[in-house]
């Protein structure tokens, strides 16, 4: 069973920037969270979907954050313009149903220069 | 919202001994707190879960208790194995519109 797929795994740019990350959650799983990890905040949930609709977006940090899930099988956090400071990994994760047991993917790494 | 605390930030154990992270929450309405396990480049991976009508679940060498009234919970891993060397993270959530609140995590290092 393929698992929740993020891509790219890593993304280097410069500041200023439009960074597009990429989720394909689990097949049947209708809830959609996107974390971010830092060393400084630890994990943080931004932003989380259910059945394609946003439910709780509180942690997406300001309107350079928009996410997507045009789709059940797809959803996309976008950064316009990217500063230094959204350098983190980012986090995709699934679940059947609401936030319990959620199955995380293996991250984008992302370095703003 | 939610604020979860979690302690120790760094736990070092003996191959074989038991380890107990410690996390405590703030929103009494909160009812469901997992445990996740992450490793070097990997994302967190659920270990264990509990729901607040359970006071303690076992699984093998992992457990997880539950005190609501205090507000705290905490993991228990015995006879420690080099392979369960990771960062741990405890997460509390009301089960409703809010998602999961993270503790910032302990480094488990399994000594040999």
């Known amino acids: 069973d393929a698992g929740v797929i993020q891509s790219p795994r890593h993304e280097v740019t410069e500041m200023g920037q439009e960074v597009t990350l990429r989720c394909k959650p689990i097949?049947?799983?209708?809830?959609l969270f996107w974390y971010r990890q830092t060393m400084m905040r630890g994990l943080e949930l931004l932003i989380y979907f259910n059945n394609n609709v946003p439910i709780d977006d509180s942690g997406m940090p300001e309107d350079r954050f928009s996410a997507k899930m045009p789709n059940a099988s797809f959803s996309t956090l976008k950064i316009q313009p990217s500063e230094p400071r959204d350098s983190a990994v980012y986090f995709c994760?699934?679940?059947?149903?609401?936030?319990?047991?959620?199955?995380f993917g293996p991250g984008t790494r992302l370095l703003v220069l | 919202g939610e604020n979860v605390e979690q302690h120790p930030s760094t736990l070092s154990v003996q191959e074989g001994d038991s380890a107990v992270i410690k996390c405590t929450y703030s929103?009494?309405?909160?009812?469901?707190f997992p445990w996740y396990k992450q490793e070097l480049g990997k994302g967190p991976q659920l270990i264990i879960d509990i729901r607040s009508n359970v006071g303690e679940k076992k699984d093998q060498r992992i457990a997880v208790t539950l005190n609501k009234t205090a507000k705290h919970f905490s993991l228990h891993i015995t006879e420690t194995q080099p392979e369960d060397s990771a960062v741990y993270f405890c997460?509390?959530?009301?089960?409703?519109?809010?998602?999961?609140?993270f503790g910032k995590g302990t480094h488990l290092i399994i000594q040999p």
């Open positions: 994760a699934s679940s059947l149903q609401g936030v319990e047991t959620q199955y």
């Open positions: 997460a509390a959530s009301d089960s409703r519109a809010d998602g999961l609140t």
């Open positions: 929103d009494s309405a909160s009812n469901y």
């Open positions: 097949s049947g799983h209708n809830s």
